[in-house]
């Protein structure tokens, strides 16, 4: 059942012969790989970019909706957050579809509604968030105006008092 290392020869020139013969295509089929592996890599970065740059468009159509002013980086960044969850998920559902016979169909659409989705929810939290910040301002404004009704009518009395100390003098 073992290996019997006595029937077997190799000498140098074989080593050579076979050492050439596969270094040739070790070479092709390692370029063939740095082609495929460049292409993919690159053809997904375009993809990701373009998702970015139409969740940045949607961003800016549903701020102005909203009546929310957000610039163009803003906008650019909220493209950015919301685009990372989706990309998780497809990092996973390609390991997963890869490694196995898992397949969800219609993920691609998927994929793109879970950024869409994100976008809109986080315009609407910031347009929430500022109707809340503008009501705790109002509410801060009204306490400063009475506290300062406040003083003007302590100062008053004060300067009342005064007088009247004044006159009894």
């Known amino acids: 059942y073992g290996f019997d290392k006595s029937n077997v ?6 080593a050579e012969k076979y050492i050439n013969e596969n270094v040739k295509g070790f070479n092709l089929y390692s370029g063939i790989f740095t082609v495929m592996f460049t292409s993919f890599f690159l053809v997904t970065i375009i993809s990701v970019i373009s998702d970015v740059i139409l969740l940045t468009i949607l961003a ?30 497809l990092g996973l559902y390609d390991i997963a579809s890869t490694l196995t016979t898992f397949n969800i169909e219609f993920f691609d659409i998927i994929y793109r509604a879970i950024g869409y989705i994100y976008v809109i929810a986080a315009i609407l939290i910031m347009k929430s968030n500022l109707i809340k910040q503008n009501v ?7 306490v400063q105006e009475e506290v300062r009704k406040e003083i003007e009518e302590n100062k008053d009395n004060n300067s009342d008092d005064e007088e009247k100390n004044d006159k009894k003098d």
């Open 136 to 142: 705790e301002i109002s509410k801060i404004v009204e």
């Open 60 to 89: 800016m159509i549903t701020s102005r909706i909203a009546k929310l002013k957000l610039s163009f980086t803003s906008s650019m960044i909220v493209g950015i957050y919301s685009i990372t969850l989706p990309l998780i998920l």
């Open 9 to 14: 020869s190799f000498n140098k020139e074989q």
